[in-house]
Every structure is written in C-alpha cells, then in structure tokens.
C-alpha cells in the first residue's frame, strides 16, 4: 500500500513538473504543421473548448476552424521562436511568423501573405498542452 501511494505521489509530481522549452517548441511546431496538413481532426485537438483569437478582431475556436477550411495555408516560416514558462501547466510561446494562405480554388487561386509577431499560450489539461490563446500583431515593414 506504501508503494502505491508513493508511486501516486512521484506520479503527481511529474505531471506537476514544468515543461522544457523544447517541449514547447516542438508543440508550436506540430500546429502549424497540423494546420499546412489540413488535419482538422488533430487542429482541433489542440485546443481547448473556450480558446481566444486576438488579431484584428476576437474570435473564439469555431471561427478560426473555419477560416482552415475555407483557407490553405500553403507555406510558413517560423523566426525567432522564444519560449517563456508561466508555471508547471502553462507556457507562452513567441515568434515571428511569415506565412500564405490560399482562400481560393486551384483555377483561381486568391493569395493572402501575412507577416505577425504572435504569441501562442499553450496550458496543459488533464496531461495534455493544449493552446488557450493565440495572438497576432503585422509586423512593421
């Protein structure tokens, strides 16, 4: 009976543990690839129910699941990627991201290149990191 309830205890304290930046690292990474796949599926997973979107407008996880779909990403550059750790269940990430869209059809393609500073917060639930918020600001020319 002692070992079980030490076994809970380490187990406990490793989930309480903070993550490695390059943890983190590898999270950010993972969406946009998730996203430039189109695998919605797995996006949306990555998520939590009540995520906010802040850019030129607030938009909650319906919203930009649909901007997915409607629009491709077709290419991206991550620079500059910096991870802050906010605690044992919660990081922010920081970059800048150079990336298009394609909101149109293979006959007529209708490009969009955005050029951001963001900030994604990633918060673990239940073991999983999940993003909770998500930033983008232009970047100055």
């Known amino acids: 009976m002692r070992i079980l309830a030490l076994?809970?205890?380490?187990?406990?304290?490793?989930?309480?543990?903070?993550?490695?930046?390059?943890?983190?690292?590898?999270?950010?990474?993972?969406?946009?690839?998730?996203?430039?796949?189109?695998?919605?599926?797995?996006?949306?997973k990555l998520f939590t129910p009540d995520f906010v979107e802040v850019d030129s407008h607030i938009a909650a996880l319906d919203t930009l699941l649909i901007t997915l779909q409607q629009c491709k990403l077709t290419d991206y550059e991550l620079h500059d990627l910096q991870v802050r750790i906010l605690g044992p269940d919660a990081a922010m990430t920081a970059y800048h991201a150079v990336a298009t869209f394609d909101c149109?059809?293979?006959?007529?393609?209708?490009?969009?290149?955005?050029?951001?500073?963001?900030?994604?917060?990633?918060?673990?639930?239940?073991?999983?990191?999940?993003v909770q918020a998500h930033t983008e600001t232009p970047a100055k020319p």
């Open 7 to 44: 076994l809970l205890v380490l187990t406990a304290a490793a989930q309480a543990q903070a993550p490695e930046p390059v943890e983190v690292v590898h999270l950010e990474q993972h969406l946009w690839k998730a996203m430039a796949e189109e695998n919605f599926a797995s996006v949306r």
């Open 104 to 130: 149109g059809t293979e006959a007529k393609p209708d490009l969009h290149h955005f050029d951001t500073n963001d900030t994604t917060t990633w918060v673990r639930r239940s073991g999983t990191w999940l």
